[in-house]
């Protein structure tokens, strides 16, 4: 599913509207497909209580669509203006027209009403700011919000966010104080890239995804080049297993791992191999680590290897690997190698001598680490190779800081990748694939 930034949005919207849908049928589909959400929701509309917090853009006008249809429905609709709404205002007018109460910020008693229906409604529906606004919130706006974070005790209501919370930045994460955390998100059209970036995804709370009627096949899909995966696109690549396999049919992943400190590591990496479905499973590790782990692992084939005296590879245990290389699909590196002047020779003389190994190949963690140790390796490793960091290691392999990293995980996880010409996926909440 294609994430999009708020200019990405912008452009789909405005091509929804050359190609014939306007921006109002749009903003219709979005409003009705809002309050289906929050009678699911609720479980049920008729008699329930709905607090809509309704800002001066289109986020606002969505939320008074959406009210519109929740008081259709039989429930008992208020909407609380937060900023000023244009005039004229066709959608207050139709909510009204339903029977929705409306209540602006600067009128008398308005922060007393908004205070009463948090204390008794059963939803709030966030539809103050949207795409684009990424201002700090301040005066009624900050009053608003805040408020709203403070509603607690049994009554408490449930928050639906319309597209993003308020406060929220669409486009890197970053929240404002009082961006309040909903229970349940409904992004409009296309997930946005801040939704699923910390620490904004924290305040998301589920996210849905609504069809809003963007028309299909549109010119502007062809720029937005970050996707989130889902379940259904993940089992609908995932490869048949036909009837008649068997051990043969499914590869043979060789795992190279494993220290006399770090035998754990060796074990859950190839226990990982077994359980995702290779066919075959092999575990290279030092004599030490074998000892322990034949025991533990009976469906995998052992391959001991040479160590030196802290119980870590020796260097010239890579060229017996390296001989056998012709007999694997893939390989993965370095999981509880260890970190020393011995493993990076070992990995170097592994990855990086020439020919370098054709087979593809997975590199993490200290593996990554003693990569970092090598200058200008990427100008020496072949084939399809992968790096999982975690942000640490991400870190320590471009010479910044964990911080920066986290800053813009996308942005970073891209710029290496095209820079080292390989695949990376940055580990973390939300972890971020790119490829070169």
């Known amino acids: ?12 919207e405005q091509a929804s509207e050359r190609a014939g849908v ?40 969505d939320g008074l669509v959406a009210a519109r249809h929740l008081a259709r429905w039989g429930a008992q609709v208020s909407a609380y203006v937060v900023d000023h709404r244009p005039d004229p205002d066709p959608k207050m007018v139709w909510a009204r027209a339903y029977g929705v109460a409306v209540t602006a910020s600067g009128e008398d008693h308005g922060r007393e009403m908004l205070d009463r229906q948090l204390a ?72 946005k890239i801040g939704l699923l970036t910390f620490p904004g995804a924290a305040k998301v709370g589920r996210l849905e995804v609504a069809d809003i009627g963007l028309p299909s096949g549109l010119a502007e899909e062809g720029d937005i080049d970050v996707e989130m995966l889902t379940p259904g696109w993940v089992a609908a690549h995932l490869p048949a297993r036909p009837p008649d396999s068997h051990k043969g049919t499914f590869g043979h992943a060789l795992v190279v791992a494993g220290s006399r400190n770090y035998v754990g590591a060796a074990y859950l990496a190839a226990q990982a191999a077994v359980r995702v479905g290779a066919g075959l499973t092999t575990l290279a590790s030092p004599n030490g680590v ?3 782990a034949a025991g533990k692992l009976t469906e995998v084939i052992h391959q001991p290897m ?34 020393s002047e011995g493993t990076r020779e070992f990995l170097e003389n592994l990855l990086l001598a020439a020919p370098a190994p054709a087979l593809p190949t997975v590199v993490d963690a200290d593996g990554l ?44 996880a891209r710029k290496w990748s095209q820079r080292w010409n390989v695949t990376i996926a940055l580990k973390g909440a939300n972890t971020v694939v790119a490829g070169p």
């Open 1 to 12: 599913m294609k994430v999009v930034t708020a200019e990405q949005m912008v452009a789909l």
């Open 22 to 61: 306007s921006t109002d049928t749009l903003m219709e589909n979005a409003g009705l497909a809002v309050a289906q959400w929050a009678r699911r929701l609720m479980g049920g509309a008729a008699a329930k209580r709905v607090l809509v917090l309704v800002g001066s853009g289109n986020n606002g006008a």
């Open 120 to 191: 008794r409604c059963d939803l709030v529906i966030d539809a103050v700011l949207g795409t684009g606004r990424a201002r700090p919130l301040a005066g009624p706006l900050l009053d608003t919000m805040s408020r709203l974070g403070m509603r607690s005790g049994h009554r408490r209501p449930a928050l639906l966010a319309l597209d993003l919370p308020t406060g929220l930045n669409c486009d890197t994460g970053e929240v404002d104080p009082a961006c309040p955390a909903a229970d349940l998100t409904v992004a409009l059209g296309r997930p």
């Open 290 to 292: 074998y000892r322990i």
């Open 306 to 339: 040479a160590e030196d005296d802290q119980g870590r590879f020796h260097p010239e245990a890579s060229e017996t690997i390296r001989g056998s290389l012709d007999g694997y699909t893939a390989m993965l590196v370095g999981c509880g190698l260890g970190w």
């Open 369 to 412: 680490n003693n990569l970092s140790q090598i200058p200008e390796w990427w100008q020496r490793i072949g084939g399809s190779v992968a790096l999982t960091p975690h942000p640490g290691e991400m870190a320590t392999l471009t010479g910044t800081s964990t911080p920066d990293v986290q800053r813009d995980r996308i942005g970073a």
